[in-house]
Structure formats: C-alpha cells, structure tokens
C-alpha cells in the first residue's frame, strides 16, 4: 500500500451509512437496524484495492439531540468532517433536501472538500425515472457535488462505480492498518455493539434506545472457546422488566441471536452470560457516559 485516502461516510440517521460501509469493506463491522440513531460512535471501516487504502468513517446520523449522549453523537459527526480526503452524502431517494442534509452541506462548505451524492435504496424504486428529480433537486441546492452516484448498499449496485470515483482522493502516503484488519474497533467493542444491535431488533420503541452494553469479562480458554459476561444498562425499572421478559424469555432471545452473530465474527464457541442493570438516566451522566466510551 502506497496511498491512502480518509472518506466521510454521512447523512441523517437511517439511510444507511452502517450497511454502506459494511457492503464496501466486505464483512460485517457496524451494527445496523432499522431503527434511526443506531450508530453512536465513528466507526473506520477499512477497504484495500490495489495500492490503496480506504478508511471509511462511518458516522451516527445527525439529528437534534436531546441528551449528552445525543450532543456526543452529533459532535462526532462534525469532527468526522474534518482533515479527510472526501465525503459521501447520504440520502434516501426522495426528491428534497432536508435540514441535515444541508447542515452537513454547509459543513462540508467550510471544510473545502469535495462530496459526493450517495441516493441509496434505488432498490425500492418502482420507477428509476424518480432518480432524476432527486438528482434535480440536489444539484439545485448544492451544484457542487464531485459525482452523483445512485446505489443500492443491499443488493451491491453502483458500490464498484463509487470506489472508482473515490480513486482520485487517494494520497501518497503510509499503510494506516494492517493487513486483514478491516475495522479499528477491539473484538469487546463489536460483541457489544451486537448484543445492542439485537436489542434495537427485538425490542419496542424508546426501550432500546435507552440502553448501554458492558463487556465486563472476555477471557479466551485455552482451546480457543470464549467467555463473555455483558451487562445491559437500562434507565428504567420497568425497561429492565421488558428486556428481561416473561420469564427471561426475551433476554434469552436476544442473548441467543447476539451470540450467534459473535461466534461468525470471532470464529470460535462462545459462552456468554448477561444480565440487567437499572442506571437512571445515563444518557445525560456524563462520567457513565465517557466510561462507555461516548466521550473523548
């Protein structure tokens, strides 16, 4: 590797940046759902073609915070968008700019570097013809773009079109990860964010939300089988209740499907064992916070 190139990857929440960055790097390195604000933290995704090495910052979705967690995720998004070679404007399909979408427009502006247009989910599109008023639209607010580029980040199309449009970006300079690494997270860090990926799927409205995921244990035996202990934060009593389920039912269904998505990833039997833990309002604490990692 002879170059390397720093890429944004960012839009409001839930239109797909996580699957995006997932489809480019190959394999599985940031939890996604279908529910918005699934993504807290900056996640580098890592991409090798030829003599270049893509770092894709995969970014939560900007939106108006209503917590201390919430004001981390939207700085993160800002600081994503500095000192880095491109980045990629996410967007739904829709014929309208929104206000993040020009918030990150403007941002972009005052940072001077090039973006591109990503209209993602062109899959659901009964009528590709929709594409140009989309395009319209935008190039009416911001003519600016590099490139437009329809994809589908689920079925793979236009993902090869948009690794030769990021080609220009790369720079000389050293190999920033190791061979094989694809993503900067520790193997604690994605169990975790799997076992909140679960919850976000099996559980119901603000529930999920408010919920944090410890990795208190995670030893390796000496035949390779690992042992996870996870403790769940929730901020209410009653949350805790919904988690756990008629007769730990629902806990038990969500520790089972994170353990399996962790044993793919870790390539190995694991034994996990979780519990439940009240924590009232640690979204707005910010010493809990930052021990979880949300600050810097």
Known sequence: MTKTAMITV????????????????????AIVSHKPQTTRNRIYGVVNRGDTQYVLLDTPGLHKPRSRLGDYMVKVVRESLADVEAALLLVEPIAHVGEPEKVLL??????????????NKIDTLEKKEALLEVMAAYSAYYPDFAAIIPLSARTGEGLEELMEQLA??????????????????????ICSEIVREKMLRCLDKEVPHGTA?????????????????????????SHKGIIIGKQGETIKHISSLARQDIEKFMGTKVYMETWVKVKENWRDNQNFIRSQGYED
């Open 10 to 29: 960012c839009g409001r929440p839930n239109v797909g940046k996580s699957s995006l960055t997932n489809a480019l790097v190959g394999e599985k390195i």
């Open 106 to 119: 403007q941002r972009i502006q005052e940072e001077k570097i090039p973006v591109i247009l990503c209209i």
């Open 168 to 189: 220009p970006y790369a720079q000389e300079g050293p190999q920033l990860f190791p061979d094989g690494m694809t993503t900067d997270q520790p193997d604690a860090q």
């Open 213 to 237: 995921v410890e990795i208190t244990r995670f030893t390796e035996r000496d035949n390779g089988i690992i042992d996870l202990d996870v403790t769940i934060y929730c901020e209410k009593a």
